[in-house]
């Protein structure tokens, strides 16, 4: 489901120029998804959406990077969901337990999935240990993986 909806916001910004998340939410409904403001939020963040000054002066939500990057990305985050089993932090350091032989394929789908405030990855048979600077950002990116797996 989030797949589609997150395929049917792609669609609606590349044909409409949509200036605000109610006026996405309102697009949303015309395509079947009756969602919260709160999740066309989070959506926006999961996407990596901007907004970009259109040629008429307004700011209007784009994608980030080409749509080459972002069939990459979501390659990477395929392969990365289907090697990982749960994730987990202390402190600054994020655990994440992968299926036997995957934690290098789940370290190398991080890697290039840019993920913001990562220091460092280091990957073992079946788990990934992901380096933040603090605490918080341990639980933010934790909770970012959550998501994808959900």
Do not use: W
Not at 11 to 37: C, H, M, P
Not at 122 to 134: K, S
């Amino acid at each position: 489901m989030k797949t589609k909806r997150h395929e049917a916001i792609l669609e609606i910004i590349s044909k409409n120029a949509v200036t605000t998340q109610e006026g996405l939410q309102e697009a949303l409904r015309g395509y079947g998804f009756e969602v919260t403001q709160a999740t066309v939020s989070r959506d926006i963040k999961s996407l990596d959406l901007v907004k970009v000054l259109s040629e008429d002066g307004k700011y209007c939500y784009a994608q980030k990077f080409s749509e080459q990057d972002r069939k990459r990305s979501l390659r990477y985050r395929s392969i990365f969901m289907e090697a990982v089993i749960s994730v987990d932090y202390g402190q600054n350091i994020v655990a994440v337990k992968c299926h036997v032989g995957m934690g290098n394929a789940a370290c190398a789908a991080i890697d290039l999935m840019a993920l913001p405030d990562i220091v460092g990855t280091l990957a073992g048979d079946d788990t990934v240990f992901i380096l933040m600077r603090n605490t918080e950002q341990a639980a933010g990116l934790t909770e970012r993986i959550r998501g994808m797996l959900s």
